[in-house]
């Protein structure tokens, strides 16, 4: 994963009217890997989606994709990469494998096979019409026309909404299985923490225009740190550390979420003078809510570069 | 077969619940000297996690001497190896004990009681076959 990035952006920004829908965003994305993107709805997500695919002009900034300069993509990159949005758009009155032929004629390389194998995972039957067919089909027959041209870079814009409990385990299932090739790269935006927690080695977090975390799952899940100081009285105010993402108070016990838990921190706790104190796991829901608290706070940026505590 | 699962939405990554129940399925003699484990890409589509989480898993497990992968044979439980010295393994030790015990203590159990529980549970654990404990 040494290598040049698939995705790298530098100070991307886009503005609609006077409100930045993405703002200064460095993103880098390493080959091989599945990365989720998060963030809340309306944090930007689509949009970044939408200018790295070149189909939305950024207001600034720069962004390369597949070593391509995202505002001169060349035909040739983009059948390399394959692109899963929001709103599938199919012609109803086509069958299933009438679906597939259509397709077949804009791409060099069409693998039949795996566009059989995809749409038969999801029990779909070749002559059913587009018309007739339910949201996790629909899906299902979305994903088999994406991944038949093997793609080396999947782009998936909330591949999960609306998809019905086995639809989204076809989903999922389809996902790891499309990890067998090693250099192919997978950027999923989600909402589902229990498929990123499957899925993702990296996740990168946009809240609110802002990217607040690029990096492996595993450093995200090490610098988000849960400490339950208990007293004997009642405890005292949150300190003022660094870093501190949620308190909760109750009665004889402070609970803290902190990024970039250090000594220094631990000392600011002790001088607390709690009766004891220790570091309690953590979900990956809970940090990834607590990361996103009502703080307001955007100076917590987690890289893969920083010095782990 | 070893039955593995995991869970989402756990405090413990998934890693971490792999290599645990891999940990007790050996300690209890379900998984003895020897025994293949399922490649990494097999177990990580039994359990539909990336296959990377699985890998590090393995990896965490090779290094502690528990299992080890022989050359486009797989992965085997090894013969056991020890890995700390005795002082270092009380050292990781007691304070999973205190931990249990400081529970049992908010519970109101008794040491009586606490007794008796180790000693069942103690009982209930069979010694890993084929082990050695020589070997350092």
């Known amino acids: 994963m040494n290598e040049q990035p698939v995705i790298q952006t530098r100070g991307l920004t886009k ?20 990365l989720a993107f998060l963030g809340r709805n309306g944090s930007g997500k689509t949009t970044t989606i939408r200018m790295l695919l070149g189909l939305l002009e950024p207001t600034r900034g720069e962004g390369s994709i597949l070593g391509h300069d995202i505002r001169a993509l060349p035909p040739e990159a983009r059948a390399r990469i394959g692109y899963l949005t929001e709103e599938h758009q199919l012609y109803g009155w086509m069958s299933v494998q009438e679906c597939g032929g259509f397709q077949s004629q804009f791409y060099p390389r069409w693998n039949e096979k795996i566009f059989r194998g995809v749409i038969g995972h999801f029990s779909l039957k070749p002559a059913a019409r587009v018309k007739d067919l339910s949201r996790g089909e629909r899906a299902g027959l979305c994903l088999g026309l994406m991944l038949a041209p093997e793609p080396e870079l999947l782009i998936l814009d909330d591949p999960a909404m609306g998809l019905d409990p086995v639809a989204h385990r076809s989903l999922v299932e389809s996902m790891i299985y499309l990890t067998r090739r090693s250099d192919r790269t997978i950027f999923f935006s989600s909402h589902q923490l229990a498929d990123v927690e499957r899925v993702a080695d990296y996740i990168a977090i946009l809240d609110r225009s802002v990217l607040r975390a690029c990096c492996s799952l595993e450093t995200f899940r090490n610098s988000v740190r849960q400490v339950r100081l208990q007293f004997p009285g009642a405890p005292p105010p949150a300190p003022k550390i660094p870093g501190l993402l949620q308190a909760f108070r109750t009665e ?14 631990e000392r600011a706790l002790r001088a607390l003078a709690p009766a004891q104190m220790e570091q309690m796991p953590i979900s990956l829901e809970e940090a990834f809510l607590s990361y996103l608290g009502e703080r307001g706070e955007k100076s917590f940026i987690l890289s893969e570069t920083e010095v782990q505590p | 077969m070893m039955n593995l699962s995991i869970n989402t939405g756990s405090n413990t990554p998934i890693y971490k619940q792999i290599t645990d129940q891999v940990r007790m399925a050996v300690a209890a003699g379900k998984l003895a000297v020897d025994d293949p484990l399922p490649s990494i890409r097999a177990l990580a589509e039994r359990l539909v996690v990336n296959p990377n989480t699985v890998a590090r898993a393995y990896a965490d497990l090779a290094r502690e001497g528990l299992i080890e992968s022989r050359s486009g044979r797989g992965v085997f439980v090894t013969r056991k190896r020890k890995m700390f010295t005795r002082e270092e393994g009380w050292r990781r030790l007691e304070p999973l004990l205190d931990a249990v015990i400081g529970e049992a203590m908010v519970l109101d159990f008794t040491p009586p009681e606490l007794r008796e529980a180790f000693e069942k549970k103690l009982g209930q654990w069979k010694p890993r076959k084929g082990g050695s404990r020589n070997d350092e």
């Open chain 1, 15 to 34: 503005y609609f009217g006077a409100r930045p829908a993405v703002y200064d965003l460095n993103l880098e994305v390493p080959r091989g890997c599945v």
């Open chain 1, 252 to 265: 004889g016990e402070l609970r803290l979420v902190c990024v970039h838990y250090n000594e220094a921190v």
